[in-house]
Each structure stands twice: as C-alpha cells, then as structure tokens.
C-alpha cells in the first residue's frame, strides 16, 4: 500500500490547451474522488467514482471536464480549453465504501495546475 | 445547501498551549463529521471521524467533539508542538452516508517554538 498517487505534481499550461491528470487509488480501495482547491480555500467537490461508475458530478464541474476510471482502477480527470479560472490544485482521494458507511478518505498530494 | 464555517480562520500560539479549532454546519442532518490536516502545497491527511451517533473521539493529543443538534464541533489539540503547524479542515458528509464531503476553509495554525 503506496497511498494515493497522482501524476503530475505540477502543471503549466497556456489558455486554450487540453491537460489530463491521472490518479491511482489505493489497490483495494472501490471509490475515488476528485476535488478542486484554491488557495485559501476548502476542497470543493468535482465527481466521483464506485469502481467504474460515476455516480456523481458536481454542478461545478463543467462539460470541458470529464473524468473517468476504465476498469475501476486508476482514474483520469481532463479539461478541455483550458481557462484561467481552472487553476487549481486538483485533489484525489480513495475509500473503501458502500452506502451509509463512515469512510476515511485517503488523500494524494495533488496536482497543482497554472493556466497562463 | 450545507455550509460549514470555521473560527478562527488562522491562529499563533506558543509551543505547549492547547488549544481549540472551531466548526459549525448549517444542516444537522449528517451522518459524520471529519477534521483533516493539511500542510502546504500537500494532500490532506484524516485524523479524527466522529460518526452522527458519537459525541467526541480522541486520537493522542487530538479530541475532537460533536454537537449535531447545535451544529457544531471542536477540535482540541493539547500541548502544542511546532510540528502541529498546518491548516485543520472540518468536513461533514450527508445524512445519506455517502460523500461527498463538504469542507470549510480552514484553520491555518501557527505554533511558534
């Protein structure tokens, strides 16, 4: 059990650009979670996962992001034209979990996006 | 829609005082309450999850309590050290149990040596 592991740790990119991130939960954990958080600012939610399906998207995230988790394992986040406005840390997070359990979450390091 | 607040927003204390972090949420109806750690440019660490039916629960140093009627928890830290230096977040999941959570802003603590 290595954590959560997100790749990459930093991003720059121009206006305009498309990025991807990846994220890999923990091996036995059946839910991932994506947040954004800006600076001074609490993680807002973005989506999440129970193995392969998304089970919800927050009304934050617009129709340049999509994300998905093919096979239930790793888990990738892209934004489309990208925008000033998106920069961000972008946050992932795993639990082991099923309805109306008290789950820990397990948080990576995060991806820190700069959008010039 | 739940809004969770916390007091104060950034907080100096000298190395051995204890202290107390505050959160307060606009619905009661949850099923948990969770107070994360976060140090700076890094992903959040959980310490404590106190379930709907609990009233506190305590971790080493770390106690944290729970008023769901009233809104509120507290998280009290003991004998402050410089390494308890970061940011303490307060979330609360819905009634339902499953997340997302909802986060406040933050507590960024300073313990000066």
């Known amino acids: 059990d290595t954590g959560v592991s997100q790749n990459p740790r930093h991003k720059i990119t121009k206006r305009g650009q498309n990025v991807t991130f990846r994220c890999d939960p923990i091996s036995e954990h059946n839910r991932l979670y994506w947040y954004r958080q800006t600076l001074g600012q609490g993680p807002e939610f973005l989506t999440y996962f129970q193995n392969e399906a998304q089970l919800e998207k927050s009304r934050l995230l617009s129709d340049r992001f999509s994300a998905e988790r093919p096979k239930g394992s790793f888990s990738t986040l892209e934004i489309q034209r990208t925008e000033q406005g998106d920069s961000a840390m972008y946050l992932c997070?795993?639990?082991w979990g099923t309805g109306g359990t008290n789950e820990k979450l397990f948080f990576g390091s995060g991806t820190q996006l700069s959008v010039l | 829609k739940q809004e969770v607040t916390q007091i104060p927003a950034a907080l100096s204390v000298p190395e051995g005082e204890n202290l107390v972090l505050n959160c307060s949420f606009t619905d009661s109806a949850i099923y948990n309450l969770q107070w994360f750690r976060q140090d700076p440019g890094k992903g959040l660490t959980s310490l404590l999850l106190?379930?709907?039916?609990?009233r506190e629960q305590t971790s080493g140093r770390l106690n944290a309590s729970l008023d769901k009627s009233s809104g509120r928890s507290t998280l009290y830290i003991a004998a402050s050290q410089p390494g308890d230096s970061a940011t303490y977040l307060c979330?609360?999941?819905?009634?339902?149990?499953?997340?997302?959570?909802?986060f406040g802003k933050g507590t960024r603590l300073s313990v000066i040596a």
């Open positions: 106190i379930q709907s039916s609990q």
């Open positions: 997070a795993s639990s």
């Open positions: 979330a609360v999941s819905r009634n339902s149990g499953n997340t997302p959570l909802v």
